[in-house]
């Protein structure tokens, strides 16, 4: 599925793939649509060289983490631009956007008083949650695996004023001190885009001082199980829900250039307790009246059937001692 990559790695997939589970990329990306493909097999289509695609699907063959995230990183280098002219006005400068339904932290408050905060954004793409949070009054660092969405960072900085610490990094090996932060937070960014996705769990929460929160938003685990499309076509169920099968792309080489993962409800709860954290909320949001917008595969005929977005909010249990990955 491409998911929403809102804010870096943060609202992705717009793509028109007939493929169940992919979500946000730019509208107008080059990569072509293709066909239902069986667990295994990647269907192979006729795109552009460059950073687009010869093959794309699904795949059980293992993916080594390490080029999952070098494909990732060069395919949001390669779209930033896009990303941003398509989606920036909709994200804002400095606001906190949690999906494509239009959930704002303004309203929801699920990290809870952040004012004189260490906060963490996790996949941060161009920042406008850590600069809102910054208004607000927290101590922000964010972080992502772009180098071109940082530079976008940067640009929104110098247009509204407001500084905030960005670096370049990957979730999977966090470059923070045990217990760093009383709250972390992410937008559709990281999760969904590593292979190991208990291990960026554990570094989440490793990083993260007793009692502290978790909040993070992806695509909800439902959406896998449809195609990718908007409209009548994506209400039709053609992939099993249990099938946990990641979506790649590759180049005409073989080389991957895009990576996402599907985890179930239960999966991602269990990556959840497994990293020492309690989950204590689980938000499905609507779709609200009078939002017209479609955002790749969200849009209202989908979004007021079932949900396209799961919030998970946690905390890091007070006896859960943090481990260094480093030391696994």
């Known amino acids: 599925m491409r998911v ?26 080059n990569n072509a ?11 192979a289509v006729g795109v552009e060289a460059g950073v687009h695609s010869a093959r794309v699907g699904r795949t059980t063959d293992p993916i080594d983490p ?17 990303y941003q002219a398509e989606h920036g006005a909709f994200l804002g400068d400095a606001d906190f ?4 339904e239009g959930l704002r932290e303004a309203e929801a408050r699920l990290l809870g008083p ?96 007793p009692g502290g929160r978790w909040v993070f938003s992806v695509t909800h685990p439902i959406r896998w199980i449809f195609p990718d499309d908007p409209g009548p076509a994506g209400l039709a169920a053609v992939q099993s829900y249990f099938d946990r099968s990641p979506y790649v792309e590759r180049d005409e080489r073989g080389a991957v250039t895009y990576f996402e993962q599907h985890r179930t409800l239960g999966d ?17 949001p609507p779709w609200p009246d009078g939002h017209d917008q479609e955002w790749g595969q969200w849009s209202p005929l989908r979004g007021r059937l079932f949900p396209g977005t799961a919030i998970y909010v946690c905390e890091r249990r007070a006896d859960s001692p943090p481990r260094s990955l480093r030391q696994v």
């Not at 956007?97 to 494509?100: A, I, L």
């Open 33 to 43: 649509p293709v066909n239902n493909a069986s667990p295994g097999d990647e269907a």
């Open 66 to 82: 390490a080029d999952a995230a070098r494909a990732n990183r060069g395919w949001w280098d390669a779209e930033a631009d896009e």
């Open 97 to 100: 956007v949690w999906c494509p």
């Open 268 to 284: 991602r709860i269990a990556e959840i307790v497994g990293a020492g954290l309690t989950l204590t909320a689980l938000i499905e």
């Open 114 to 209: 952040v004012s004189g905060r260490r906060v963490l954004e996790v996949g941060c793409g161009a920042a406008p949650c850590a600069r809102w949070l910054r208004s607000e009054g927290a101590e922000v660092v964010a972080f992502d695996l772009s180098r071109r969405q940082l530079e976008h960072a940067r640009a929104a900085e110098a247009r509204t004023g407001i500084a905030v610490p960005y670096l370049q990094a990957d979730v999977s090996a966090l470059p923070f001190a045990d217990r760093s932060f009383d709250v972390a937070c992410s937008a559709f960014g990281a999760i969904p885009f590593v292979v190991d996705s208990a291990r960026a769990m554990r570094e989440v929460a490793r990083v993260l001082r």
């Open 4 to 29: 929403a990559c809102l804010q870096a790695c943060g609202h992705t997939q717009i793509r028109r793939v007939h493929h169940a589970g992919y979500g946000l990329r730019p509208a107008n990306s």
